[in-house]
């Protein structure tokens, strides 16, 4: 569609020229209209009389609503009158309204009145939001929910990065709670969707080509089976809204980051031969954890450090440096750094704490100001290093890690770090990359993304966050690099924050987790809704196969369990699949009479080993069958290992013939169900004791992605 942007622009320009912080209703009825937004008939009003006439002429009924730039919330200010149907009701209305106005707000600037075409609100009619707002990690999101006064109690939006696509529009209407009510409940038409979603791409579009359009509420949206049309639209200007984000390219970012991840030559900078100092630990684990690349010891007394010549400043080191480890108390950072500039390091891993994290911003600051000067890219600070295994680096003081796997993994704290570390070694998860990103001072989530993108050594990226430093930057990249590998988010701080203050609906929801939520999804991350989660999603998923389609099947020897795993599946999004009766016959033959077929199949804890090899190779070999999930009882005639065994044998002799499907396993019973459990974890089968939420959660996560880098099985 085309827009009237010159239109918008002049609008725009007044309304910063004077200094106000938003547009009055007249105005941004014209901005409606220049975008092609259906809203009533209306009109100005400055006298009484004025008001009787233009409601005439708009046709009775009609609303009246005060128009002031010191009056944004009508309503609170007794400022809307209400089904004014006749010339003498208008003359009252317009004299209540000023009249209410001037009692709350003595010195408002009253522009006049705006007289509006009341559309009928019948049964057939929803009203809705439709929002868009300047949000402080995002930049411009949209929202939409059920609207009217309830909106910010209900709390039943969408959010989406602005610009959307018109199926990211629709898929919000679709997206809310309560979206059954726009289907039409209790005899009522359902509402013109597409209609709404028009609405929702025009605004995106607005704020998009006009970002000092700050926050923008259409409150209320009457959406009918014939349409859509806003009722108010409220408009709050900011020119500081409108200024671009600094950001490296991405070129700029792969090349830093690859001379990080796989560096030549690494400097520690406070290197000791002391034990129990950081700049020891380091040494010890750049020299121990067999990292072949050269290593430069910085110390002002110069010698030796672990056998290697040491050196009193970088500066003097005789070839060229990569990365500097910084093992040296905040105070030093700065003067260090300037040093790394010169010497054209490209990055310096800052370990020491003593920065924004303790109220010492402005030495944070100075010392990133350094970096940007020399181009050197600051990982850090307050972390505990990094670890990139496909090079032997262990850039850390904490204990060196080898197992080497294909999971990259990053904290923003440096205990959640740790116990990365441990679960890693007891699961035996491999890994290719632990990074410590601290304050994110400048290296954030989304250079890591860049980087393993396009790194051959990682499948999965997973990530513990607080906070995005800039999120639309680490939405956008996660939205490409989850179309090929997995990314995994642990977002901290998931409780409501509270509305922030803001002068709009939409401005005041935007405050909640739920922004968060909504836009992960949109950028087709999974995210995980605690430590445990994210962890078992990261050695889980890469062990399961992209599934080819939705039907999953759960084979259980106990009636409980398979109960539980129903829910489980349920709570996580997958489809049980309906079981068709020459399917269903299929199974009743392998299982006892006592047994249950269809979905779950129940064969009862009573069975041989070969009733539950049967099962899962009917399971395996039947094409409309997508996934498994199997739930085992611990009992002396199929005994854990000769379960897990068995279980492990099956799978590997249809892989061999080309027929690869997601397999996960809940097992109950006595501790040696552990062992089996890791057992099938070994085999290519996700596998947990005690539990049946956790296998479906993975298997569940393992669809959320291939969902997102669709089509299934693709």
């Given amino acids: 569609m085309t827009y009237d942007k010159a239109a918008v622009q002049s609008i725009l320009d007044q309304a910063l020229a004077e200094g106000r912080t938003s547009l009055s209703a007249p105005e941004a009825k014209q901005v409606a209209d220049a975008y092609g937004i259906p809203t009533p008939g209306e009109g100005l009003a400055t006298t009484a009389e004025g008001a009787a006439g233009l409601a005439a002429e708009i046709g ?21 009158v209400v089904g004014v149907d006749s010339a003498e009701a208008a003359v009252t209305a317009y004299q209540q309204i000023v009249a209410n106005a001037k009692a709350y707000k003595a010195d408002a600037d009253i522009t006049g009145v705006q007289v509006q075409k009341m559309l009928v609100t019948d049964g057939d009619v929803q009203e809705v939001i439709v929002g868009a707002v300047t949000d402080q990690t995002f930049g411009k999101i949209v929202a ?18 602005a610009p959307t696509t018109p199926e990211e529009a629709r898929s919000m209407v679709d997206g809310i709670s309560a979206h059954e009510m726009l289907n039409g409940v209790r005899g009522a038409k359902p509402v013109d969707k597409d209609a709404i979603a028009a609405i929702i791409s025009k605004l995106s579009d607005l704020v998009g080509d006009f970002p000092q359009f700050a926050e923008v509420d259409l409150n209320p949206v009457l959406a009918g089976p014939d349409g859509a049309t806003a009722v108010d639209f409220r408009i709050i200007v900011d020119a500081e809204a409108g200024k671009p984000v600094d950001r490296y390219s991405q070129e700029e970012i792969q090349t830093a980051m690859t001379r990080i991840m796989k560096p030549r030559a690494v400097a520690v900078i406070g290197a000791s031969n002391e034990a129990g100092k950081i700049g020891n630990s380091v040494m010890k684990n750049l020299v121990n954890g067999g990292y072949q690349g050269e290593i430069y010891p910085i110390n002002p007394k110069g010698g030796e450090v672990l056998g290697l010549k040491a050196f009193p400043s970088i500066t003097d080191v005789p070839g060229d440096v990569d990365v500097a480890v910084f093992a040296v108390p905040a105070k030093f950072v700065g003067g260090a750094l300037e040093q790394c500039g010169q010497k054209g390091v490209a990055g310096a891993i800052l370990i020491p704490s003593g920065f924004a994290e303790t109220g010492e911003q402005e030495l944070q600051d100075e010392v990133v100001a350094i970096a940007k000067k020399h181009d050197v890219r600051i990982l850090g600070p307050n972390i505990y290093g990094y670890y990139y295994l496909p090079e032997n680096l262990c850039a850390t003081f904490c204990t060196p890690y080898d197992v080497k796997g294909s999971v990259a993994l990053s904290s923003q704290s440096g205990g959640i770090g740790m116990a990365i570390l441990g679960f890693s070694r007891s699961s035996r998860m491999g890994v290719s990359a632990i990074v410590g990103v601290g304050n994110k001072a400048d290296i954030d989530e989304d250079d890591l993304l860049t ?3 396009t790194d051959d050594n990682t499948n999965l990226i997973a990530m513990h966050l607080e906070d995005l430093k800039d999120g639309r930057a680490f939405a956008e990249t996660a939205a490409r690099v989850s179309k090929k590998k997995p990314v995994v988010v642990l977002k901290a701080g998931r409780t409501d924050m509270g509305a ?5 609906h939409t401005g005041a929801l935007a405050g909640n987790d739920k922004v968060y939520d909504d836009i992960l999804r949109q950028s087709g991350v999974v995210r995980a809704p605690g430590l445990n989660e994210m962890l078992q999603y990261a050695r889980g998923i890469p062990l399961l196969p992209t599934p080819k389609g939705e039907n999953v099947v759960i084979i259980t020897g106990a009636g409980g369990s398979g109960v539980l795993l129903s829910d489980a599946c349920v709570d996580n999004g997958l489809q049980l699949m309906s079981m068709p009766a020459d399917l269903d016959a299929a199974f009743k033959k392998f299982i006892p009479p006592f047994g249950a077929s269809g979905n779950p199949v129940d064969i009862t804890g009573g069975e041989p080993p070969s009733t539950y090899r049967n099962t899962v190779a009917l399971g395996l070999e039947d094409e409309r069958i997508h996934a498994l999930i199997l739930g085992y009882w611990h009992t002396i005639v199929t005994p854990p290992m000769v379960f897990a065994k068995l279980v492990a044998e099956v799978v590997e002799e249809y892989r061999a013939k080309g027929i690869d499907k997601p397999v ?3 097992l109950s019973g006595d501790v040696e169900v552990e062992e089996a459990s890791q057992y099938l974890f070994e085999h290519g089968v996700v596998a947990y004791p005690y539990t049946t939420e956790t296998p479906v959660q993975v298997l569940g996560a393992k669809y959320r992605w291939a969902r997102n880098a669709g089509p299934l099985g693709s």
């Avoid at 009775?60 to 809307?80: E, N, Q, Y």
């Avoid at 922030?500 to 709009?504: F, L, Q, Y």
């Fill in 144 to 161: 939409f929910g059920l609207g009217g006064v309830l909106v910010e109690v209900l709390k039943d939006v969408t959010f989406r990065l």
């Fill in 500 to 504: 922030r203050a803001a002068s709009s």
């Fill in 451 to 453: 980087f393993f993108e």
């Fill in 60 to 80: 009775f009924p009609v609303v009246l609503k005060i128009v002031s730039p010191d009056i944004l919330h009508k309503t609170d200010a007794g400022g809307v």
């Fill in 664 to 666: 996960v396993a809940s």
